[in-house]
């Protein structure tokens, strides 16, 4: 079986780098920040759990948060990187690798 190559991020050059810091910083200072928020989410919801199936849910919603954070963060980094003429590969899990598989999601 062939296994998939692994899509590789473009080098940027030296001005390319210098061009895009400042956005690049902003943008992982606003994902920090997003990421400190869920983890309070979770924090609050976990110690409102009072049984073993709210504590699973409270894990659900947290994953699924940090799912949507990471989407989202990819997003805002394509267009970023697209605004100065730099295509970035797309991930497996958008091209239908198995690396977005989520488990118990398997056709029968």
Do not use: D
């Not at 991930?91 to 989520?102: E, I, S």
């Amino acid at each position: 079986m062939a296994q998939q190559q692994k899509p590789v991020a473009p080098r940027l050059t030296p001005p390319q780098q210098e061009q895009l810091f400042p956005e690049q910083k902003a943008l992982w200072l606003k994902h920090q920040r997003a990421r400190i928020s869920a983890i309070q989410t979770a924090e609050r919801c976990v110690n409102a759990a009072r049984t073993a199936e709210a504590f699973k849910g409270c894990l659900r919603q947290e994953r699924q948060a940090n799912m949507a954070l990471r989407r989202s963060h990819m997003a805002e980094m394509r267009a970023l990187y697209g605004r100065h003429g730099i295509q970035l590969p797309e991930p497996l899990w958008q091209g239908g690798g198995q690396a977005g598989k989520q488990r118990g999601s398997e056709e029968i």
